[in-house]
């Protein structure tokens, strides 16, 4: 047996485990940025990429600080982000609203739901002139537009998350006699947060392309009329600035959702 | 208080999940209920809370249950069911919020259940910063702030590892040396169910019946690991439930 050991070959065993565990390593998506950017400041520079095809990130910089200089940005961005606040909000508040009480009563649910299928696959822009002949040309009508968009996928996300709750919570409340009304409002609303919040980085991405659609389609100042300008008049700088700028308004909305869901929701495993 | 449960059957669609079960649950003792898988035993206590309705018999109260109990018939569950998001102290003034006790009167009742089961450290703690043993603690004390007439525990250890189990089995004898309470235990484990048990009722399989109902006398605090009269009582319940768990087993799951 001994003599035998000696001639086996030895070996530690291979690793075979590991991954599949994301980890946070926020200066990755900085550098992919930064690196994008810089390939394609240095392939316009050298001309591989020709001024046809993108424009330099340095000029769209500069046409940035032309525009903040000028005042202009601020022109433009209040009224998107006012339009933005209200429309979203009114949306989403409506669609928690909905959600919660699909999620809490059948009758509801059997009435709704379809309804709601039936208007979730609406591209909401093509409803466009119907808002206006409604509410007229003004913001009421791309208030609106934002809303109709925002509301039926936070309705799906929040009585999917009100089903989600846990029915073994919601019977230990009614096993200490807790009142119906304490049981939605202490077991089924903060139990159901969580798919609420990530509805609404859904929610919110979908108001931020509603918002630039209606801009476009009527109005003066606004983040979708100064695209829509710099789009006609194949000014790629400014459209890049406009684009530019929409990213990182949706990068601000969900690092928003972001900190509520760490504030909020710092209980989760 | 006592309950008796009055010739209780009850079905799940055509499904007869138990029949003509009765039983007296007098005060101060503690029942066991064990039984095959799928015998209903988390059923009944079900039944006898209130949380289900039988299909046939009822649950009757006997007498008033006392004046300061706030939920007479209380559960703990087997998978704790504490809300994450409180803390421990948010959780036990859960149960009291809604029976409008609150402030300074919620602050003796937590204090007090907490140091009766060892937790008075941990009362900021979150579910998520304790340990399976911790949680059903939590869930105890959350059980004895409403002072209940009759305690329901359904299957309370079978989710703890065997150590953690032992401890919290000395925890709940200890409780109960210090101050009798009435509670229907149902588990699986025929060691927990003579330990704990005044009385064991066996279930047979599906559809559940009352096989056989075994007292156990030594007093609870003397019931000592290993002791040879709850090992051949054990046995006895073992010899009683084997054919039942082996058929039980073999059947089709269609619920």
Request: glycine residues 10%; neutral net charge.
């Amino acid at each position: 047996m001994s003599e035998a050991s000696k001639q086996v070959v030895q070996k530690p065993v291979d690793f075979r485990g590991g991954g599949f565990a994301p980890q946070s390593k926020t200066w990755v998506g900085f550098l992919v940025f930064v690196l994008l950017i810089g390939f394609i400041e240095f392939g316009t520079r050298v001309g591989f990429i020709t001024s046809l095809t993108l424009p330099k990130p340095s000029d769209v910089f500069a046409t940035f600080v032309d525009l903040w200089k000028s005042g202009l940005l601020w022109k433009h961005l209040i009224p998107s982000i006012s339009r933005l606040i209200i429309g979203a909000a009114m949306g989403a508040s409506i669609g928690i609203g909905v959600g919660v009480l699909i999620g809490l009563f059948s009758l509801v649910r059997a009435g709704l739901v379809p309804l709601v299928a039936a208007i979730f696959p609406i591209p909401k822009i093509a409803l466009l002139p119907l808002f206006v002949i409604w509410f007229g040309i003004d913001e009421p009508s791309k208030y609106a537009l934002i809303a109709f968009g925002t509301f039926t996928p936070t309705v799906v996300a929040t009585y999917g998350a009100v089903d989600n709750v846990d029915r073994s919570l919601i019977r230990m409340g009614q096993s200490f006699s807790l009142s119906w009304f304490s049981i939605v409002t202490k077991i089924v609303l903060p139990g159901a947060m969580p798919g609420i919040l990530s509805g609404l980085r859904i929610s919110l991405a979908i108001a931020i392309i509603l918002l630039v659609a209606a801009e476009m389609l009527g109005a003066e100042y606004g983040i979708g009329a100064y695209i829509l300008e710099a789009g006609s008049l194949y000014d790629l700088e400014r459209l890049f600035v406009g684009v530019t700028i929409l990213s990182i308004l949706g990068v601000s909305v969900s690092a928003v959702i972001g900190m509520f869901e760490n504030k909020f929701l710092d209980w989760r495993t | 208080m006592d309950l008796r449960l009055e010739d209780i059957g009850h079905h799940y669609g055509d499904m007869e999940i138990m029949q003509g079960i009765n039983l007296e649950i007098p005060a101060g003792k503690i029942i066991c209920i064990v039984g095959p898988s799928g015998c209903g035993k988390s059923t009944l206590l079900r039944l006898i809370g209130g949380l289900e309705r039988p299909t046939v018999g009822q649950v009757v109260q006997l007498g008033e249950p006392p004046e300061d109990s706030i939920n007479p018939l209380t559960y703990v569950f087997q998978d704790f069911a504490l809300l994450p998001w409180r803390t421990v102290e948010g959780n036990i003034s859960l149960v009291l919020e809604d029976h409008g006790i609150r402030g300074s009167k919620a602050d003796e009742i937590i204090s007090d259940v907490l140091a009766r089961t060892k937790l008075t450290d941990f009362r900021k703690a979150l579910p998520k910063q304790l340990s399976g043993g911790m949680k059903q603690r939590v869930a105890i004390s959350r059980a004895l702030a409403v002072k209940p007439a009759v305690m329901l525990m359904d299957e309370p250890l079978s989710a703890l590892d065997s150590q953690t189990r032992e401890l919290l089995m000395d925890d709940l004898i200890g409780l109960w040396t210090r101050e009798p309470f009435t509670a229907v235990y149902v588990t699986h484990n025929l060691n927990e169910a003579v330990r704990l048990g005044h009385s064991i009722v066996v279930l047979s399989r599906r559809p559940g019946r009352i096989r056989e109902i075994v007292d156990v006398k030594i007093p609870l605090a003397d019931r000592e690991l290993g002791d040879p009269e709850l090992e051949r009582q054990q046995k006895h319940l073992w010899n009683l439930m084997r054919d039942e768990a082996m058929a039980a087993d073999k059947e089709l799951i269609n619920v």
